[in-house]
Structures are given as structure tokens and as C-alpha cells.
């Protein structure tokens, strides 16, 4: 039976985006109430988590998270402290604009003090990753990847220069690779009760089910990273339209899950990880769409490459970061694959030093790279080719030739 599209018609659609736009319009109010509260005091004291820090040369700028606010401020690095430390800290909210409080801000701050810190899961599982190693920077590697704590300024940059960013930032990757592990791992325990107990079940759903509940505990552990969230909520759509005989790998999906989330969670719209997190989708959807009759092989062999050179145009206008070894990401992409599950099974067996040699060698390989960004009127060209290229096959190509041209203007700007 051929899979049904998601709306049939304008005025279905309508009504989706209406109450989705409704769901917006509340949340928002609220948001804004919440912002008023915090603004009617010019002193705001609150209890926040470190995130992150920043250090300089006198001072350190630290990443705080408190239940409503992302802020960031200058501490004066007396006492020392340390990402996930609990502190009681006292903002001045004179200059903070709504839309400030909405996408994160910086605010002058005094009288910050250490607490006393419990003890949580995600404290004792980071200390177990940091057991496991003797370099710091390979602890905070695996740290980021397993509990979206962010790295240091050092460990983003060698990333970038690898082109390796994305497979750090947990997302929909490490949601496939996940969620596929536990669907096989309750395949094998639960097959031998259904046959015995309730042979009239749909294993596959209740395995899909039973994932989600895992993944979605996962993702508040995680304290709901965006792009994890957006492939979360992709997943979950995923299984219903499953059910529902709906059209699963199409734009309308993509579409409506972003609106979904901006309209639950609109701090998100000024998310530059969810965006990027979208845009990968998008690309990837673009190339099904096209690519879907090619041979699985040449497939497989096109697909991380053809990925990474329509990302860069979008890449480079926020991030000017180039060197000739980012030509090597579709590879590393690809090995990816195999070396994530991989440490998860050795870090939950404590042997997650193993291949420690061989990272330390990558971290300490010295990359040369240059800033060059992708030019304002590039990027919106490139946006606008990008959303004609759905329907059109011309527009398509279009967007390749302009993605090789592209690509050929950054590398040899590198190396001239």
C-alpha cells in the first residue's frame, strides 16, 4: 500500500500550521510573563549549573544554566570552579532585551558562590569517563559525546579543522546509531517472553516503543540538547506515521517537525544547532529524493560525500574555519559508524582507554587552517536554490553545480 502524504489538501494544512501557531502564540506568553518576573528586580539572584568556561587571561567567562535562564558572565576565577558545579550567582537584568532572554545572554554578575554540589548520575557517569583517561582533552571528547557537556574553545577548534563538529554534537546520528543497538539488544530479550506470554503483540511497535521511552529519558538526561531533541521528535513522528501509513522521508515531515518544536519550545528559534541540525536533514531528504533509483553502492559511496559538499556553503557562513583535511570528513563520517558504538561497549565495560593512542595523535596533529566565510549574498542565493531544487529537477542541478563551485572557490582561497 503506497504511503499516504501528510495533508491532502491547503486547508488540512492550515489547520496543522493554525494550531500549531496557537500552541506558539501560548508558549510564548508565557515565556514572556517568566521574562517580566525576572525583570522586575534589578538585582536577580538565582542557583544556576556551569555549562561551560571560557577562560582569559584575568577572568573567565562561564556558560550558567539556571530552571528558566542560559546566561553567560565574567568570573574572576577565585575559587576555582568546574562544568557542572553548582553556584549561587547575582545578575544585574537592567540591559537584558526579551529577545536576550529567548536566545541566551551576557549579564554583569557579583557575589557568585560555590555550593554544595549533590551528587548526580551525570556527575558520577562524567567522572567514570574522566577514570577511564589520562588526557584531559580525550575525556572531554568522550564527555561531550555521551553527555552533550560542552568542550573546551581547543577541542571545538580541532574539531572544526577536521570537520568533525558534527559527529561531537550529539544528534540525529547518535539517535540512528542508538536506537538501532537498543532495538536489537530488546529484540534478543524480549522475543523469548512474546512467544511464551502474548504471541498476539507487534513486536516491532512495542520494540519501537520500548526505545523511545530509553531515548527519551536519555534526552532529558541530556537536558534536551536541540538536535538530539529535533531527531527525537522526528523519531517519535516517525513511529505514528509508521502506523498511519504516512509518507515518512518527505519535507512535510521535516516541515512540520520544525514547527513543532519552535511552537513547544520557541527559545529554540534562535538555535544555531537546530538549525544546523535541520539543514542536514534537509540535504539528506534532498539527496533521497534524487539519488533514490541510483545503485546502493554508488549510494553509499556518494552519500557522506555529497552531504558534506552541500553543507559547507551553509557551514562557512557561520563558521569560516578551512583546512585541506576537512576533505577527509565523509570518511571520517563513515568510520564514525562503527567507533561510536564501539566506545560505547568499551566504556561501559571500563576498558574506554583502548584507542586512546590513537586519539591522542589526532588531537595533537597540528592543522593548518584559515578563516574564509561564505559572503552574505552566497549563502541566500544558495538558500533560495536550495528550497526550488524540492520540486524541480533543474533547480537541482542547479544546486550542485553550485555547491562544486563552491567548494572549488573555499579550497583554492586555502591554498592560494
Known amino acids: 500500500m503506497e504511503p499516504l502524504p501528510l495533508a491532502t489538501n491547503k ?9 500549531l501557531l496557537l500552541v506558539f502564540v501560548a508558549n510564548i506568553s508565557y515565556e514572556y510573563t517568566k521574562y517580566k518576573d525576572f525583570k522586575s528586580e534589578e538585582i536577580y539572584t538565582t542557583t544556576a549549573k556551569i555549562i561551560n568556561i571560557y577562560p582569559k587571561r584575568q577572568y573567565d567567562i562561564v556558560k550558567l544554566q539556571s530552571s528558566n535562564l ?3 558572565t565574567k568570573y574572576k576565577q577565585k575559587p576555582y570552579l568546574n562544568k557542572l558545579d553548582l553556584v549561587e550567582v547575582t545578575i544585574v537584568t537592567k540591559k537584558v532585551k526579551f529577545i536576550d532572554y529567548l536566545k541566551g545572554f551576557y549579564a554583569s554578575s557579583f557575589n557568585i558562590q560555590l555550593l554544595p554540589s549533590s551528587i548526580t548520575i551525570q556527575k558520577i557517569l ?3 569517563i574522566e577514570s577511564q583517561h589520562k588526557s584531559k582533552e580525550i575525556s572531554e571528547l568522550f564527555n561531550a559525546l555521551f553527555f552533550a557537556i560542552p568542550t573546551s574553545k581547543e577541542i571545538k577548534q580541532i574539531c572544526a579543522s577536521y570537520g568533525v563538529s558534527h559527529l561531537v554534537a550529539i544528534s540525529g546520528f547518535h539517535l540512528g546509531v542508538l536506537s538501532f543497538i537498543l532495538y536489537w539488544i530488546l529484540y534478543i530479550l524480549y522475543t523469548p517472553l512474546k512467544r511464551r506470554y502474548f504471541p498476539y503483540r507487534n513486536i516491532r511497535f512495542d520494540l519501537l516503543i520500548a526505545t523511545s521511552l530509553v531515548l527519551f529519558t536519555y534526552l532529558l538526561f541530556l537536558g534536551l540538547v536541540p538536535s538530539f531533541l529535533r531527531a527525537f521528535v522526528m523519531f517519535i513522528l516517525g513511529i505514528f506515521f509508521l502506523r498511519s501509513n504516512i509518507k515518512i522521508v518527505s519535507f512535510q515531515t521535516l516541515g512540520l ?9 520557541p527559545k529554540l528559534l534562535f538555535s544555531l544547532s537546530l538549525w544546523f541540525s535541520v539543514a542536514g536533514v534537509f540535504y539528506i531528504f534532498l539527496f533521497l529524493q534524487y539519488f533514490k533509483n541510483m545503485n546502493k553502492v554508488f549510494q553509499f559511496l556518494l552519500f557522506n560525500v555529497w552531504i558534506y ?6 557551514t562557512h557562513f557561520f563558521f569560516g574555519t578551512t583546512s585541506l583535511e576537512q576533505l577527509y570528513s565523509p570518511i571520517f563520517t563513515l568510520g564514525f559508524s562503527i567507533f561510536y558504538p564501539l566506545e560505547v561497549f568499551l566504556h561501559i565495560i571500563d ?5 586512546d593512542m590513537y586519539l591522542q595523535i589526532w588531537l595533537d596533529t597540528k592543522v593548518i587552517t584559515k578563516e574564509i566565510f561564505t ?9 533560495i536554490i536550495s528550497f526550488f531544487s524540492i520540486p524541480c529537477p533543474k533547480w537541482f542541478r542547479t544546486l550542485n553545480l553550485s555547491f562544486i563551485a563552491f567548494n572549488l572557490w573555499l579550497y583554492i582561497s586555502y591554498v592560494s
Open 309 to 314: 559538499l552541500a553543507m559547507n556553503p551553509i
Open 11 to 19: 486547508k488540512e494544512w492550515f489547520y496543522i500550521v493554525f494550531a
Open 257 to 265: 517537525v520544525v514547527l513543532f518544536i519552535i511552537a513547544l519550545f
Open 375 to 383: 559572503p552574505l549574498w552566497v549563502f541566500i542565493v544558495y538558500i
Open 126 to 128: 562524567s567522572s567514570n
Open 70 to 72: 542560559t546566561f553567560f
Open 351 to 355: 576498558k574506554g582507554s583502548m584507542l
